[in-house]
C-alpha cells in the first residue's frame, strides 16, 4: 500500500483554501456528506495554513493524485511518498 503525506511550506502557505477544495477525495466527501471536518477531509486549512491529514484506521486518504500541488498559487505543496507495503 502506498502512503503519501503532504509536506506543506508554512512560510508561505496564504490559507486560500484552494488546495482544498481542489482535492478530488475533498470534494466527494463534501458531495456525501455536505460537510469536510477532520474525521472525512485528507486536507484542510487551520489557523491560515493548509495540513494533512492520515489516519490508516479509515478507508479516505489521500491517494497521491497531485491536484493539490497544481491548484496552491504559491507551491508551497510537496508530495511525498512515505510508504509502499
Ligand atoms: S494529492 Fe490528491 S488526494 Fe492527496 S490531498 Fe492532494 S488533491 Fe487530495
Ligand atoms: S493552496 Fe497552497 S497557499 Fe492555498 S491553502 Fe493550500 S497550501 Fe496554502
Redesign the pocket.
Known amino acids: 500500500m502506498q502512503i503519501y503525506r503532504?509536506k506543506?511550506?508554512k512560510n508561505?502557505?496564504?490559507?486560500?483554501?484552494?488546495?482544498?477544495v481542489?482535492c478530488p477525495l475533498n470534494f466527494q466527501q463534501l458531495k456525501d456528506k455536505g460537510y469536510l471536518n477532520p474525521e472525512n477531509a485528507v486536507?484542510l486549512?487551520r489557523n491560515g495554513?493548509?495540513y494533512d491529514i492520515y489516519d490508516e484506521s479509515r478507508d479516505i486518504n489521500c491517494d497521491g493524485c497531485g491536484v493539490?500541488l497544481k491548484?496552491?498559487?504559491?507551491?508551497?505543496?510537496e508530495l511525498q511518498l512515505i510508504e509502499v507495503k
Open positions: 503532504l506543506i511550506n508561505i502557505c496564504i490559507g486560500c483554501n484552494d488546495c482544498v481542489s486536507l486549512v495554513v493548509a493539490c491548484n496552491c498559487p504559491v507551491s508551497a505543496i
